[in-house]
């Protein structure tokens, strides 16, 4: 099995808002996608141990669209939650906080379709989305 790749960003939010904007399907629609050509328009969010999500990402021309998803395996709430993807991939995400700002860190296993590089440079940037979202609402 490869290993884990692992991205983070510190965002200018106190946790909770770090959390909320992160776990909401209304939050997650703003900021889920890895470049301006792209978006994300329907999410949804069961967060709790068990529960499902799914994210339709989509480029704006409408050339081309997936869904991401999966079942939450932990769920902590303001701390951390784990889920596994529909193809057995894991991933925990941790939110860490740091007086008025909130570190976080996605590890998640790659997948073998495209090079590592390519999949660390995708999730930093969607991080990087969040960031811009949530320190601008």
């Given at each position: 099995m490869s290993?884990?790749?692992?991205?983070s960003v510190l965002v200018n939010a106190p946790l909770k808002k770090?959390?909320?904007?992160?776990?909401?399907?209304?939050?997650i629609t703003?900021?889920?996608?890895a470049s301006a050509d792209w978006h994300a328009p329907k999410a949804s969010n069961d967060l709790r141990e068990g529960g499902k999500f799914s994210t339709t990402m989509a480029a704006k021309d409408?050339?081309?669209?997936?869904?991401?998803?999966g079942t939450y395996t932990k769920v902590v709430p303001n701390e951390m939650f784990a889920y596994t993807m529909e193809d057995g991939r894991t991933?925990?995400?941790?939110?860490?906080?740091t007086g008025d700002e909130t570190f976080i860190t996605e590890t998640f296993d790659p997948e073998t379709i495209n090079p590592v590089e390519m999949q660390e440079a995708g999730w930093q940037a969607i991080l990087n989305s969040f960031k811009t979202y949530i320190e601008s609402h």
């Amino acid at each position: 099995m490869s290993t884990p790749i692992t991205v983070s960003v510190l965002v200018n939010a106190p946790l909770k808002k770090a959390w909320d904007y992160f776990s909401l399907p209304e939050h997650i629609t703003q900021w889920c996608q890895a470049s301006a050509d792209w978006h994300a328009p329907k999410a949804s969010n069961d967060l709790r141990e068990g529960g499902k999500f799914s994210t339709t990402m989509a480029a704006k021309d409408g050339s081309f669209s997936f869904d991401f998803g999966g079942t939450y395996t932990k769920v902590v709430p303001n701390e951390m939650f784990a889920y596994t993807m529909e193809d057995g991939r894991t991933c925990s995400v941790s939110f860490d906080e740091t007086g008025d700002e909130t570190f976080i860190t996605e590890t998640f296993d790659p997948e073998t379709i495209n090079p590592v590089e390519m999949q660390e440079a995708g999730w930093q940037a969607i991080l990087n989305s969040f960031k811009t979202y949530i320190e601008s609402h």
